[in-house]
């Protein structure tokens, strides 16, 4: 859960988003070379007497066509690796299907024969007490730790966008048509996302909360819920 002096990205709480942070501070260490070099440079070029004579003109070439072509290999392949594992969604345990309206979410466990409800926030006035403003709803997504969850997003109107940070999720929901995306949530806990898609007047107030349980527990929400 992200806080309000909070500068960097939240836990990670999946393993795609350990890599995607992974990925973030290795590209930040990239980034931090190039601008030491590119400082050094400068200084050397404003401190020291200029020549043209102290490297060879081919020598220079050689060396600044070779060296950006490193630097995008050591970027490129790291991001493709982490491309290709959020795009790769092998026989999921369980299918989710949500669908963005104006402005809550509807929710589909396809597995199920009659397990579907509306999600709405909760207003201000009629928040629990110790719950989160804006973000808490009245029916959380509930499901299993440990099982590679299958999340297949629409939207019945307008564009709308389902997004968990901590997950490492985010995915349009477009009118007509189907995203899937896919996590796995290692520990029982509590998630918080909201649409990320500018969508009308009450974008703000469209949260989602994925809240992971023992499959045990899953199992008697799941039977209680659906009867």
């Given at each position: 859960?992200?806080?309000?002096?909070?500068?960097?990205?939240?836990?990670?709480?999946?393993?795609?988003?350990?890599?995607?942070?992974?990925?973030?501070?290795?590209?930040?260490?990239?980034?931090?070379?190039?601008?030491?070099?590119?400082?050094?440079?400068?200084?050397?070029?404003?401190?020291?007497?200029?020549?043209?004579?102290?490297?060879?003109?081919?020598?220079?070439?050689?060396?600044?066509?070779?060296?950006?072509?490193?630097?995008?290999?050591?970027?490129?392949?790291?991001?493709?690796?982490?491309?290709?594992?959020?795009?790769?969604?092998?026989?999921?345990?369980?299918?989710?299907?949500?669908?963005?309206?104006?402005?809550?979410?509807?929710?589909?466990?396809?597995?199920?024969?009659?397990?579907?409800?509306?999600?709405?926030?909760?207003?201000?006035?009629?928040?629990?007490?110790?719950?989160?403003?804006?973000?808490?709803?009245?029916?959380?997504?509930?499901?299993?730790?440990?099982?590679?969850?299958?999340?297949?997003v629409t939207a019945d109107d307008v564009l709308h966008s389902w997004a968990v940070p901590s997950l490492g999720v985010k995915t349009d929901a477009i009118p007509g048509r189907l995203n899937q995306t896919s996590f796995l949530a290692p520990r029982?806990?509590?998630?918080?996302?909201?649409?990320?898609?500018?969508?009308?007047?009450?974008?703000?107030?469209?949260?989602?909360?994925?809240?992971?349980?023992?499959?045990?527990?899953?199992?008697?929400?799941?039977?209680?819920?659906?009867?």
């Amino acid at each position: 859960m992200a806080n309000h002096t909070q500068l960097g990205f939240q836990d990670a709480s999946s393993p795609i988003m350990e890599e995607l942070l992974r990925f973030h501070d290795h590209a930040l260490m990239v980034a931090l070379a190039i601008c030491s070099l590119v400082l050094y440079l400068l200084f050397v070029m404003l401190t020291q007497k200029l020549s043209s004579s102290t490297v060879d003109a081919q020598a220079i070439e050689l060396i600044w066509t070779i060296l950006p072509a490193a630097v995008l290999v050591t970027l490129a392949l790291p991001s493709l690796r982490i491309l290709y594992m959020m795009d790769e969604i092998n026989q999921p345990d369980l299918t989710l299907k949500a669908i963005g309206h104006q402005w809550y979410w509807s929710y589909e466990y396809t597995d199920f024969k009659n397990l579907t409800f509306d999600s709405y926030m909760i207003p201000t006035t009629d928040l629990p007490l110790g719950h989160f403003r804006l973000l808490e709803v009245d029916h959380r997504v509930m499901v299993p730790t440990e099982s590679t969850v299958r999340v297949i997003v629409t939207a019945d109107d307008v564009l709308h966008s389902w997004a968990v940070p901590s997950l490492g999720v985010k995915t349009d929901a477009i009118p007509g048509r189907l995203n899937q995306t896919s996590f796995l949530a290692p520990r029982p806990g509590v998630y918080y996302g909201q649409c990320s898609e500018i969508c009308g007047a009450n974008h703000s107030f469209m949260p989602i909360v994925v809240e992971a349980i023992p499959l045990a527990s899953f199992e008697n929400w799941s039977s209680l819920t659906s009867s």
